[in-house]
T-cell receptor
Framework: DVKVTQSSRYLVKRTGEKVFLECVQD?????MFWYRQDPGLGLRLIYF???????EKGDIPEGYSVSREKKERFSLILESASTNQTSMYLC?????????????FGAGSRLTVL | SQQGEEDPQALSIQEGENATMNCSYK?????LQWYRQNSGRGLVHLIL?????REKHSGRLRVTLDTSKKSSSLLITASRAADTASYFC????????????FGAGTRLAVHP
């Protein structure tokens, strides 16, 4: 019954490494989102995508990029990981359009950068 | 930018008691949603209230929205130990692609 799947629950990487976080949804949703969650700060939007190959910056895009080559898959890329990117990363998806849509979240990927 | 701010940051109650969490936001909204997160897991949607609604119920959950005060409250009645989780409000604005802006959350602990 899993609808949004994040490829890795826990990752440990070294400073400067390139990191890929993968997210796949099986609900045929148009919108997909990447958030990061830090204690006391809640969830902050990194990037979102409203269609294949389309992307929009969120509130904290610096140091991140994304890729959406297929409708069901949305990847978050850390080009050169830094220790301040140690965080919980949450992927979500929703139906498209400009109405009030509910997000379905994955279980999260906890990234530690040493 | 954080839109919603939950209050209190943490809440500890006994089973059977009611739990009330509040959310304040800054700009005009199209809808407000509440989500729940069990420790170390993803968020699960609980309830959505639109800007033209004042109150909504779902099981033991009651949500109110006061757009004049830019605030919302989530009431969980007859709390159970299984309600222990973090609760987040999220606001969606008119236009755009309905990206949601989340608050920092309220940590609820329900003791047996």
């Amino acid at each position: 019954d899993v609808k949004v799947t994040q490829s890795s629950r826990y990752l440990v990487k070294r400073t400067g490494e390139k990191v890929f976080l993968e997210c796949v949804q099986d609900m045929d949703h148009e919108n997909m989102f990447w958030y990061r969650q830090d204690p006391g700060l809640g969830l902050r939007l990194i990037y979102f995508s409203y269609d294949v190959k389309m992307k929009e910056k969120g509130d904290i895009p610096e140091g991140y990029s994304v890729s959406r080559e297929k409708k069901e898959r949305f990847s978050l890329i850390l080009e050169s990981a830094s220790t301040n990117q140690t965080s919980m990363y949450l992927c979500a998806s929703s139906f498209g359009g400009r109405g009030a849509n509910v997000l379905t979240f994955g279980a999260g990927s906890r990234l530690t950068v040493l | 930018s954080q839109q919603g701010e939950e209050d209190p940051q943490a809440l500890s109650i006994q089973e059977g008691e009611n739990a009330t969490m509040n959310c304040s936001y800054k700009t005009s909204i199209n809808n407000l949603q509440w989500y729940r997160q069990n420790s170390g897991r993803g968020l699960v949607h609980l309830i959505l209230i639109r800007s033209n609604e004042r109150e909504k119920h779902s099981g033991r959950l009651r949500v109110t929205l006061d757009t004049s005060k830019k605030s919302s409250s989530l009431l969980i009645t007859a709390s159970r130990a299984a309600d222990t989780a973090s609760y987040f409000c999220a606001t969606g604005s008119s236009g755009g692609y309905n990206k949601l802006i989340f608050g920092a959350g309220t940590r609820l602990a329900v003791h047996p």
